[in-house]
């Protein structure tokens, strides 16, 4: 039979189209030829993979990727199909894995069997997994060692910063200056050195001659040792002579004359006696203290007043004597009386304590000294009573009178009450 050019043409085409759709397919790594199981995975991110991506078990190549796209339910997760021409069983369980399968970012998806006894049939979805790719795992690896050079670089800049405050203008003069003290140190060192060596070798002969001396004591010692072991036995006879002293009787008279003194000290505590009845009363104190202040004032005023107490004359002419006692004493106008404490080279504050207790002090400056006196008085008694008051604190104290605000002698005043 003979066929015709139009059958051979259409035989051709044919043939063509199918050696075409075959190419098309095992390009895509798909064997039209063989039979396959589909199986499904669902992923949230496939990381970059692609259709005819190999699918491998254990390294071997069983399948491919034939489709990827978006799930129905519009959630963004892909479904990647996997479409296998082994026959080898897959169990429950097994998960496929998009995993990086050189150092130039390729995928593959591994399978990984599940160990359950149930195995999965076709169109079946698989557990997903997502292995890092490998410049997160290059970040992972290099994320410690970049975190430490960070840490580092902290380091550093404060080292740095730390250098730079102490290197400052200051602490380099200051560095160097110690530096400097440190060379004179040395200086002086050796200075001191060759000091000391002078002086070492200049006195040789004065450390012989003291070593000389020390030979010449020890052998003198050493000379005299009967001399010392009879010095020794006096001590000891001086010891045993102390030793046979009555010394416990020297003790009992001690002790008795402590509890004599005992009794003594007893009764005058106990105010037996003139001596206890002193110690002990305090009305006898008070008494005595106080004629002892009613003396003074008697004596201040005979200091002052002398004629009141005492006139004496070798020769009576014939002129009338007049006392002016105590009580004929009157006070007059424009005259006033003043008690002068004290007087110093410098001033005296007008509150020192030893102004205490006494009113009305004033300061006058005269003649380059300070003077301290009392406020005025009017009443000649009134002031004696101070005079006599203050007196015990200043011996030194003087009665001052004036007549009109200025000082007049007492001599003046009293022929002023007289008239």
Same mark, same amino acid.
């Given at each position: 039979?003979?066929?015709?050019?139009?059958?051979?043409?259409?035989?051709?085409?044919?043939?063509?189209?199918?050696?075409?759709?075959?190419?098309?397919?095992?390009?895509?790594?798909?064997?039209?030829?063989?039979?396959?199981?589909?199986?499904?995975?669902?992923?949230?991110?496939?990381?970059?993979?692609?259709?005819?991506?190999?699918?491998?078990?254990?390294?071997?190549?069983?399948?491919?990727?034939?489709?990827?796209?978006?799930?129905?339910?519009?959630?963004?997760?892909?479904?990647?199909?996997?479409?296998?021409?082994?026959?080898?069983?897959?169990?429950?369980?097994?998960?496929?894995?998009?995993?990086?399968?050189?150092?130039?970012?390729?995928?593959?998806?591994?399978?990984?069997?599940?160990?359950?006894?149930?195995?999965?049939?076709?169109?079946?979805?698989?557990?997903?997994?997502?292995?890092?790719?490998?410049?997160?795992?290059?970040?992972?690896?290099?994320?410690?060692?970049?975190?430490?050079?960070?840490?580092?670089?902290?380091?550093?800049?404060?080292?740095?910063?730390?250098?730079?405050?102490?290197?400052?203008?200051?602490?380099?003069?200051?560095?160097?200056?110690?530096?400097?003290?440190?060379? &004179?140190?040395?200086?002086?060192?050796?200075?001191?050195?060759?000091?000391?060596?002078?002086?070492?070798?200049?006195?040789?002969?004065?450390?012989?001659?003291?070593?000389?001396?020390?030979?010449?004591?020890?052998?003198?010692?050493?000379?005299?040792?009967?001399? &010392?072991?009879?010095?020794?036995?006096?001590?000891?006879?001086?010891?045993?002579?102390?030793?046979?002293?009555?010394?416990?009787?020297?003790?009992?008279?001690?002790?008795?004359?402590?509890?004599?003194?005992?009794?003594?000290?007893?009764?005058?505590?106990?105010?037996?006696?003139?001596?206890?009845?002193?110690?002990?009363?305090?009305?006898?104190?008070?008494?005595?203290?106080?004629?002892?202040?009613?003396?003074?004032?008697?004596?201040?005023?005979?200091?002052?007043?002398?004629?009141?107490?005492?006139?004496?004359?070798?020769?009576?002419?014939?002129?009338?004597?007049?006392?002016?006692?105590?009580?004929?004493?009157?006070?007059?106008?424009?005259?006033?009386?003043?008690?002068?404490?004290?007087?110093?080279?410098?001033?005296?504050?007008?509150?020192?304590?030893?102004?205490?207790?006494?009113?009305?002090?004033?300061?006058?400056?005269?003649?380059? +000294?300070?003077?301290?006196?009392?406020?005025?008085?009017?009443?000649?008694?009134?002031?004696?009573?101070?005079?006599?008051?203050?007196?015990?604190?200043?011996?030194?104290?003087?009665?001052?009178? +004036?007549?009109?605000?200025?000082?007049?002698? &007492?001599?003046?005043?009293?022929?002023?009450?007289?008239?």
């Amino acid at each position: 039979m003979k066929l015709t050019k139009t059958s051979k043409i259409g035989i051709l085409v044919v043939l063509s189209l199918t050696l075409l759709i075959w190419g098309i397919n095992f390009l895509k790594g798909r064997d039209i030829f063989r039979t396959e199981k589909v199986f499904y995975a669902r992923y949230k991110n496939v990381g970059g993979l692609t259709a005819t991506t190999l699918v491998t078990l254990n390294g071997l190549k069983i399948g491919y990727v034939r489709d990827i796209y978006f799930a129905e339910d519009l959630s963004g997760d892909l479904i990647v199909k996997i479409a296998l021409h082994n026959n080898f069983p897959l169990p429950a369980g097994t998960s496929a894995q998009i995993a990086s399968s050189d150092l130039l970012g390729s995928k593959v998806v591994k399978l990984n069997l599940g160990k359950s006894a149930t195995l999965l049939n076709a169109n079946d979805t698989l557990a997903s997994q997502m292995d890092a790719d490998i410049m997160q795992q290059v970040n992972e690896q290099i994320a410690p060692i970049k975190a430490k050079a960070e840490r580092l670089i902290e380091n550093m800049d404060s080292i740095v910063t730390a250098a730079s405050r102490i290197l400052n203008r200051n602490s380099q003069s200051s560095i160097t200056e110690s530096i400097r003290q440190v060379n &004179l140190t040395m200086i002086n060192l050796q200075n001191i050195t060759a000091t000391l060596n002078e002086v070492i070798s200049g006195q040789k002969k004065n450390l012989s001659a003291t070593i000389s001396n020390l030979n010449d004591i020890t052998g003198d010692l050493k000379g005299n040792s009967s001399k &010392l072991g009879h010095i020794m036995g006096n001590f000891a006879t001086f010891s045993d002579s102390l030793k046979n002293l009555e010394i416990n009787k020297t003790v009992v008279h001690i002790n008795s004359s402590v509890a004599s003194l005992n009794t003594i000290l007893s009764k005058i505590d106990t105010a037996n006696g003139t001596l206890g009845l002193l110690v002990n009363d305090p009305g006898l104190y008070q008494n005595i203290s106080s004629s002892t202040e009613n003396l003074n004032r008697l004596l201040v005023d005979l200091r002052l007043n002398p004629k009141r107490y005492v006139h004496f004359s070798a020769l009576n002419l014939g002129r009338k004597i007049n006392v002016t006692t105590l009580q004929d004493t009157q006070d007059i106008d424009n005259v006033t009386y003043k008690v002068q404490l004290t007087s110093s080279a410098t001033p005296i504050s007008l509150t020192s304590p030893v102004f205490k207790g006494i009113e009305g002090i004033f300061e006058m400056k005269s003649g380059g +000294y300070y003077y301290y006196l009392t406020a005025a008085e009017s009443s000649f008694d009134k002031i004696r009573i101070i005079l006599n008051k203050v007196q015990n604190a200043f011996p030194e104290a003087l009665l001052k009178c +004036y007549h009109n605000g200025k000082e007049v002698s &007492l001599k003046n005043e009293q022929k002023m009450i007289k008239k």
